[in-house]
């Protein structure tokens, strides 16, 4: 797996395609954007409102309401992701198609596959954050301790203060790698057409043995390219070429 030769492949891919990529790239972060936006209106507008005629029942109308909402929004959002990934999928096989055609092969089935992928990671990252970070938890948890009920000692506060930060790190690191052994689940659903969640995820971990930590170092060395992002413009280049580069990176591996 050349990396070097996977990032000169996606900036050819995005040669006279730049325009198009950055639009269909933007087009989740846009959704969630204005889907946020929306939900906090929303909420504003039910907590000020009385729901009159039905103010008897607003303490379980509002939640419900809210609830509802948030769960219209994930689906709005991930459908938006996912044209963005079968986008990028098809335009990494086929450079000349058009977002009609990538459009195209989105079926209700993928939709599903990928939003219960999605969930399934979601809980997958909240358990491994538990296990990796639990140290550095409990090394706050003394320090906390050591202030409010210890003499004051600066030798032992600068030594769980410093455990606790190179913890933290150490756990996040762990947590970054472990992470990108499912990011494969999208390729897989794509490709191999599966259509179960969990083998999904399973066949994930399975492409991505002996490649996870180069892996987690390739998508780091976009870390300069992103930071540039602050100043808006380059933002324009980036988000495709760095999304482009991912989706052949996954081709590459599978």
């Known amino acids: 797996m050349n990396m070097s030769y996977i990032k000169l492949k996606a900036k050819n891919r995005l040669v006279k395609n730049t325009l198009s990529c950055f639009a269909v790239s933007f087009l989740p972060y846009a959704t969630f954007i204005l889907l946020s936006l929306l939900n906090y209106y929303l909420y504003m507008f039910l907590k000020n409102t009385s729901l009159a005629p039905l103010s008897s029942y607003a303490d379980v109308l509002r939640p419900s309401i809210f609830t509802l909402s948030l769960i219209i929004s994930f689906i709005i959002w991930r459908t938006a992701r996912l044209i963005t990934d079968r986008f990028f999928y098809v335009k990494n096989h086929n450079p000349d198609a058009t977002f009609r055609q990538s459009v195209r092969g989105v079926t209700f089935r ?3 596959t990928v939003s219960m992928t999605t969930v399934i990671k979601f809980f997958l990252s909240i358990a491994w954050s538990v296990v990796y970070l639990l140290p550095c938890t409990v090394m706050g948890g003394i320090f906390v301790y050591a202030i409010k009920y ?3 000692n600066r030798n032992l506060f600068i030594s769980l ?9 150490i756990g996040i690191s762990f947590l970054y790698v472990t992470m990108k052994r499912y990011t494969m689940t999208d390729a897989v659903i794509f490709a191999c057409k599966e259509k179960d969640s969990l083998k999904a995820i399973e066949k994930s971990i ?3 043995e002996g490649n996870t930590l180069k892996y987690s170092l390739y998508c780091l060395s976009f870390f300069g390219w ?3 992002c602050v100043l808006v413009l380059p933002l324009f280049y980036v988000l495709p070429y760095k999304i482009m580069a991912y989706s052949l990176t996954s081709s590459e591996i599978m």
């Open 110 to 112: 993928q939709f599903i």
């Open 206 to 208: 399975k492409i991505m």
């Open 226 to 228: 992103v930071l540039s």
């Open 161 to 169: 203060f410093a455990s606790i930060v190179i913890l933290f790190f």
């Open 150 to 152: 210890e003499e004051f």
